[in-house]
């Protein structure tokens, strides 16, 4: 089946740690794209990738980073410059980024920092 | 003011009942998505127009690209319907800009 995967779904770290969350994909998309959720806001773009070894800052991207060294991974780590690492986050990919056209998202990881 | 607006925030209604998500947004689109977001969290795409209508099952989507509005339609709700509706719009080649969502809960 192909489809895009994250993991773990639970992610519990101390403050000061940094992080790296899981995204790979299997649909042969170029672009790939991460997303933070929290409650009472709409999804918040922080990165994404149009193609291997390239990657753009979306709009909240401060204290985060990325790397796509494959077409089918994306992962993100939360460093410990994020002040409120404490959110959902969504991994997502689509065929092109440069068109309208869908994104098919993953399951998502929730990370609790304290 | 938000780009993307969604009302109800809200919405209870009794298992069969017709239901209507509406969406505006206040730029020029070159696509407008709506996804399902379960309680687990997962997100589907449930549409993407860019004009007219289109249907699924019991979900319609409509658009109307002179007034910056878009409704999604459920006939026949169910208490699986039960979700989290999102609308979001795409400007031209750029990022989609989400709406905050719409949480439906449908009682049998």
């Known amino acids: 089946d192909g489809g895009i995967t994250q993991s773990p779904k639970y992610l519990f770290r101390k403050e000061g740690q940094n992080v790296t969350l899981s995204c790979e994909q299997n649909l042969n998309h170029d672009a790939m794209y991460w997303y933070r959720q929290d409650p009472g806001q709409g999804l918040r773009l922080i990165y994404y990738s149009q193609i291997v070894n390239d990657f753009q800052k979306g709009d909240i991207a401060e204290g985060y980073s990325v790397s796509r060294e494959k077409k089918e991974s994306f992962p993100l780590t939360v460093t410990s410059a994020q002040k409120n690492p404490t959110a959902f986050y969504l991994c997502?990919?689509?065929?092109?980024?440069?068109?309208?056209?869908?994104?098919?998202f993953g399951p998502g990881t929730r990370l609790t920092v304290t | 003011k938000n780009e993307v607006e969604q009302s109800p925030q809200n919405l209870t209604a009794q298992e069969g009942e017709f239901i209507t998500i509406n969406c505006s947004y206040s730029v020029g689109i070159s696509a407008l998505h709506w996804l399902q977001q379960h309680p687990g969290g997962g997100i589907v795409s449930l549409f993407m127009?860019?004009?007219g209508k289109k249907k699924h099952g019991r979900l319609i989507a409509t658009i109307n690209i002179q007034e910056k509005h878009s409704s999604l339609h459920i006939t026949a709700s169910h208490p699986r319907d039960s979700a989290v509706y999102i609308c979001a719009a795409r400007r031209g080649s750029e990022k989609l800009v989400f709406g905050k969502g719409t949480k439906l809960t449908v009682n049998p």
């Open positions: 997502a990919s689509s065929i092109a980024p440069t068109d309208p056209y869908e994104q098919y």
């Open positions: 127009l860019s004009s």
